[in-house]
């Protein structure tokens, strides 16, 4: 009975993990692709604008933040503190170098640099975060106060964008950028060790 027990619970860990493998789990997003967290270069002084524009987050999904922790931190903070890069009382700070939100609540979230003077230099994010049904949330006065500020620091539009420039749009294989390789990652490997445990009682 014990083995036969084991054995029915390794064969719905594996189909689990296939669901998930198969396209049921979230994602995971290196903020700013190939560029670490930090004060925008002037060769890109818009990369956190046109960053999340360039992919489809759904709920549920996460976004990674990378800086050398002893140099920066990373303030989820409100739309109006967004607007005025104030500081004082963010919703929640990581400093760790290596930081993880979860988006797991429909509507804007708000992130900026939690050192001083780097907010002022667009070291900042918003994030659109849908509904489960794919539907955004009607933005609020203070989203909207945040989104006329954030445009207003948006520099503007090059008559042509150098060569393998991200679009306003968001692109329709978006999924397919370097950080969706980390797709489901967290869930599957929660999978695995079940897996794993299930199979060694048979032994």
Partial sequence: MRVRAALASAVAAAA???ALVGGGGCAMYKVGDLDAWGVPPASKPDVYVRWPKSIHFA???SIWFLYPPSQDSVLQVT???FAACD??????KLADGNSVFNLTTPGRVYYTSGAPG??????KLTIDVPMANGTHVPPSADDLAAIAHAAADEPPEEAEG???ALSDSAPSDA???PSSALRAVAGAGSVLAAAAVSFALLV
Avoid: E, F
């Fill in 16 to 18: 689990v993990l296939l």
């Fill in 79 to 81: 739309a109006r503190a």
């Fill in 175 to 177: 999924h397919h950028s």
């Fill in 118 to 123: 780097h907010c002022h230099k667009g070291q």
């Fill in 87 to 92: 500081l004082a009382n963010p919703v929640q």
């Fill in 59 to 61: 709920l549920g999904d």
């Fill in 162 to 164: 150098p060569a393998g």
